[in-house]
């Protein structure tokens, strides 16, 4: 059965600091993985996938993740933290393949504090 | 661009009670789904459906019912309200493949 843990329930930063949510997967094969944001009251937003090919992906808003096989990890990087970066991330994986019917498993979520 | 719309953004019920949630999506997307979220446990699937007139089971369904009769639309049915089922319910939908899922805003149960 596929799983994904996020490391931090909360993560604070300082404005223009570095932004690093971790994220990592257990799945028998290499999964579909996700990172989604949640702004307060709101649904969930698509911020990056990856599927096949390169293993840095970059998403929208300047934030970036690495697929790192090896150790089953797809951790969210932004170079430099806005205010408007607050929000609540979530990570997911889906299943590759032939069964795959969409369906995502999301992590327990990381609140993203950002401090003037 | 209404996306995916829920009905009702907020509900309280007494425990016992009945009432159905309702997704509607206009992107003529072939899958949806139902999550729960509740804090520190991310969002948890509860059904989904990959075309209209079919359903299927996800991680939570024992308590809700679904129903897909169109395929714009999908149903969450609480047939016996608990307090446990207090929550925040998301409907989803999406096209087949590896593409994105699209969101509700949201729909904020209260079960006393």
């Known amino acids: 059965a596929q799983s994904v843990t996020q490391l931090g329930s909360h993560v604070s930063v300082s404005e223009g600091a570095l932004v690093l949510l971790r994220c990592n997967y257990s799945s028998s094969v290499p999964p579909y993985l996700f990172w989604y944001v949640q702004y307060p009251n709101q649904g969930l937003q698509l911020l990056l996938k990856?599927?096949?090919?390169?293993?840095l992906v970059k998403g929208i808003n300047g934030f970036e993740a690495e697929f790192k096989k090896s150790e089953t990890s797809f951790h969210l990087t932004k170079p430099s933290a806005h205010m408007s970066d607050a929000a609540e991330y979530f990570c997911a994986v889906s299943v590759r393949g032939s069964s795959n019917t969409g369906k995502l498993i999301f992590g327990q979520g990381t609140t993203l504090q950002v401090k003037p | 661009n209404a996306g995916v719309t829920q009905t009702p953004k907020f509900r309280v019920l007494k425990t016992g009670q009945s009432m159905t949630l309702l997704c509607a999506q206009d992107?003529?997307?072939?899958?949806m789904y139902w999550y729960r979220q509740d804090p520190g446990m991310g969002l948890r699937l509860i059904h989904y459906?990959?075309?209209?007139?079919?359903?299927a089971k996800g991680e939570v369904p024992d308590g809700y019912n679904v129903s897909r009769l169109k395929k714009q639309n999908f149903l969450l049915g609480l047939e016996s309200a608990a307090p446990s089922q207090t929550s925040v319910y998301f409907c989803?939908?999406?096209?087949?493949?590896?593409?994105?899922?699209?969101f509700g805003e949201g729909s904020r149960l209260t079960v006393l």
């Open positions: 992107m003529n997307h072939e899958y």
């Open positions: 990856y599927t096949t090919g390169a293993t």
């Open positions: 459906s990959v075309g209209e007139g079919t359903t």
């Open positions: 989803a939908s999406k096209l087949p493949g590896v593409g994105e899922l699209f």
